[in-house]
């Protein structure tokens, strides 16, 4: 191989450490605020089907710029007060979101104790806990909690770890490190309805908390999920896109 060669080869090889070219309008979030925190569930085992979702290779938030942006300016207004926003999904490709259906037609109940105990998972779609088209895939929709800026850390999510209800009482689910909202993430069952009555008091108050800064800074609520909010001025209102998350 001579040296001209050897040296494009060398460069190609180098490509997909640095990155690739994203659409124009999406950036990666950890670009425009480096401090949000970053969990996300569908890079890794720890969601409703129990493995890495298709399209996502790598473990990081993509988003419109214009909603990086409103999170960034979030995030300021949080600190203050002793907050950081979590994320958990940000950007999903439409092949992800077919991936999900897939799912719902086979057997697969592997994560069926944490994430839907009560449901029976081919009626999740019609129930509207999972859509065929989904707000994530025009990117501009976020799945985000708060966190403690003294709470950072978390209880490590292992495949043969005992599952405990999403809904349990906080201190005997998953410790995840945000504030009691109530339930886990992607909790698929009523209790993770935005204005479920029978929850603590605190869940309450905290669902509010996130739910009143979301909506100042111009996002839009899905009253089944308290965690799911879009921009409302999204730039890509009607637009799927399916380019992977890496």
Not at 24 to 32: Q, T
Not at 68 to 73: E, I, N, Q, S, T
């Amino acid at each position: 191989m001579n040296l001209h060669r050897k040296l494009c080869y060398s460069l190609l090889c180098l490509l997909p450490a640095v990155g690739y070219a994203l659409p124009k309008g999406f950036v990666y979030l950890s670009d425009i605020d480096p401090s949000i925190i970053q969990d996300m569930r569908y890079a890794g085992p720890h969601n409703f089907i129990g493995r890495t979702i298709e399209g996502y290779l790598r473990g990081t938030c993509i988003l419109t710029k214009k909603a990086a942006l409103r999170l960034k300016a979030i995030q300021k207004q949080l600190k203050p007060k002793g907050y950081s926003l979590k994320v958990y999904d940000c950007y999903r490709p439409q092949q992800a979101v077919n991936d999900f259906y897939r799912w719902s037609q086979n057997k697969n109940s592997t994560m069926k104790a944490e994430f839907y105990p009560r449901e029976d998972k081919k009626e999740l779609f019609r129930k509207g806990y999972i859509a065929n088209y989904s707000g994530h895939s025009r990117g501009s929709t976020v799945d985000l909690t708060l966190v403690p800026l003294n709470k950072r850390t978390q209880e490590s999510f292992s495949t043969a770890s005992k599952l405990r209800a999403c809904y349990a009482p906080y201190k005997k689910r998953f410790k995840d490190n945000s504030i009691n909202m109530g339930t886990g993430y992607d909790c698929l069952d009523k209790t993770a309805h935005v204005f479920y009555k029978q929850i603590p008091r605190t869940a309450k108050f905290n669902r509010y908390q996130l739910r009143k800064i979301m909506l100042s800074n111009g996002f839009y609520p899905y009253n089944k999920e308290w965690w799911h909010y879009t921009l409302r001025n999204e730039p890509f209102k009607r637009t799927y896109f399916n380019f992977p998350v890496r």
